[in-house]
């Protein structure tokens, strides 16, 4: 797929019109989002999506005739969801611990189990908080992923709860708020990790990529950099672990970044120490910013599933932002292929660090 691919939205039909969706969104052909959007049931004026992905409940909301609010982290979602709703939806870019207390009447949540338990545990202190009294929580997981665990806590914290639908490990439960929702606890928490004689501090929020430790891997890849490292670009640079021990060497820094959560991690992090866009790939990049070298720790994963895509487009990217005779470094799980696709842009490619994780380095021609 080549970055303008990536980078196109594309028009899928759904009950009562289209949405927009885009390679690197959540929510499109997912089973959860199908299911959640097909069962729950209209209730009061206002609805509140807390995962909106790029927006199939959301659209169900509106087809019941629901005003809808819609938070969102990613970009890649936010651009889908910009698109499909315009004016009709409130999209906003935020957490979903981060709502308005009691203004809304239902609120719908696919569980975000793969942002771990604490960010889950957070989204639904989030509706419990927006709820407004005999407002009601549609909920949605997989019993393999802590649906019980998650609906025992969403009774606790609001009230009486129905499970109303099992479908292989899927559960769809509605509950609905009949007490005060507990105070937000505190949310950030900080760890510190020593590279190269140097003492850094980070801060993180729930769901990040390896909050609490920074990533072997990407350990490995700032063992490999040079000294000197001119203009750096850090794509997915999630709460800043491979750009904040660069600060001071890098002539500037630039961190890209699609969840919003990462990107408050990474400006915390960093101040004014590096430009952090809240971006999907090189998207909020002008068309001229080139760059000395860029890095990254691509994702591969999207939900469960290994998916490549994004990495490709990262790739692309680096290849298309770099000056000429410019370095990629790029760290990678032994198994990855990434070696072909690199080849395909890159004149150079080369293996410098094997260990638990690869590095490789790829030049672009001079
Ligand atoms: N560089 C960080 C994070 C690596 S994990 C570190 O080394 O710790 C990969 C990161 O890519 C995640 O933070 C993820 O949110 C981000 N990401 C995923 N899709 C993206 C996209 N489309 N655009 C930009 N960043 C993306």
């Given at each position: 797929?080549s970055?303008?691919?990536?980078?196109t939205?594309?028009?899928?039909?759904v009950?009562?019109?289209?949405l927009?969706?885009?390679?690197?969104?959540?929510g499109?052909?997912?089973?959860a989002y199908?299911?959640?959007?097909?069962?729950?049931?209209p209730h009061?004026?206002?609805?509140?999506d807390?995962?909106?992905?790029?927006?199939?409940?959301?659209?169900?909301?509106?087809q019941?005739?629901l005003?809808?609010?819609a938070i969102?982290?990613?970009?890649?979602?936010?651009r889908?969801?910009e698109?499909?709703f315009g004016?009709?939806?409130?999209?906003?870019r935020?957490?979903?611990?981060?709502?308005?207390?009691d203004?809304?009447?239902?609120v719908?949540?696919?569980?975000?189990?793969?942002?771990?338990?604490?960010?889950?545990?957070?989204s639904?202190?989030?509706?419990?908080?927006?709820?407004?009294?005999?407002?009601?929580?549609?909920?949605?997981?997989?019993?393999?992923?802590?649906?019980?665990?998650?609906?025992?806590?969403?009774q606790?914290?609001?009230?009486?709860g129905?499970?109303v639908r099992r479908d292989?490990p899927?559960?769809?439960?509605?509950?609905?708020k009949?007490?005060?929702?507990?105070?937000?606890?505190?949310?950030?928490?900080s760890?510190e990790?020593?590279f190269s004689?140097?003492?850094?501090?980070f801060?993180y929020?729930?769901?990040?990529?390896?909050?609490?430790q920074?990533?072997?891997g990407?350990?490995m890849?700032l063992?490999q950099?040079?000294?000197?490292?001119g203009?750096v670009?850090?794509?997915?640079?999630?709460?800043?672990?491979?750009?904040?021990?660069?600060?001071?060497?890098a002539?500037?820094?630039?961190?890209?970044?699609?969840?919003?959560?990462?990107?408050?991690?990474?400006q915390?992090?960093l101040?004014?120490?590096a430009?952090v866009?809240?971006?999907?790939?090189?998207?909020?990049?002008?068309k001229?910013?080139?760059?000395t070298?860029?890095?990254?720790?691509?994702?591969?994963?999207?939900?469960?599933?290994v998916?490549?895509?994004?990495?490709?487009?990262f790739?692309?990217?680096?290849?298309?932002?770099?000056e000429?005779?410019?370095?990629?470094y790029?760290?990678?799980?032994?198994f990855?292929p990434?070696?072909?696709?690199?080849?395909?842009?890159?004149?150079?490619v080369?293996?410098?660090a094997v260990?638990s994780?690869?590095?490789?380095?790829?030049?672009?021609?001079?």
């Open positions: 797929m970055l303008e691919t990536y980078h939205l594309r028009k899928i039909p009950k009562g019109g289209f927009y969706t885009k390679a690197g969104a959540r499109s052909q997912d089973p199908e299911l959640l959007a097909d069962h729950l049931e009061g004026q206002t609805a509140l807390l995962n909106p992905g790029i927006g199939l409940v959301t659209n169900a909301l509106r019941h005739g005003r809808v609010q969102e982290t990613s970009r890649a979602s936010l889908c969801l698109a499909s004016a009709s939806v409130r999209v906003t935020g957490l979903p611990w981060e709502t308005e207390p203004s809304t009447d239902l719908a949540l696919v569980l975000p189990a793969n942002r771990g338990t604490r960010f889950v545990e957070l639904l202190l989030g509706a419990a908080r927006a709820l407004r009294a005999g407002g009601r929580l549609w909920m949605f997981g997989s019993k393999n992923k802590g649906f019980e665990h998650y609906f025992r806590l969403a606790d914290w609001l009230g009486y129905l499970l292989g899927f559960r769809l439960a509605v509950v609905e009949e007490k005060p929702a507990p105070v937000l606890p505190p949310v950030w928490r760890f990790w020593e004689g140097q003492k850094l501090l801060s929020l729930p769901g990040v990529f390896s909050g609490g920074v990533d072997p990407s350990a890849l063992r950099l040079p000294h000197d490292l203009h670009l850090d794509i997915g640079g999630g709460y800043g672990a491979l750009s904040c021990p660069l600060v001071g060497r002539q500037c820094l630039t961190l890209l970044e699609d969840d919003w959560a990462s990107v408050l991690c990474a915390k992090n101040g004014e120490q430009c866009l809240h971006s999907d790939v090189d998207e909020a990049l002008t001229d910013q080139l760059f070298t860029v890095i990254t720790n691509p994702p591969f994963h999207v939900g469960d599933l998916v490549l895509e994004t990495a490709t487009a790739i692309e990217a680096a290849y298309a932002r770099l000429r005779g410019g370095k990629f790029l760290v990678a799980n032994r990855l990434y070696e072909p696709l690199l080849e395909s842009c890159f004149a150079t080369r293996t410098v260990d994780h690869k590095v490789l380095m790829a030049q672009k021609l001079g």
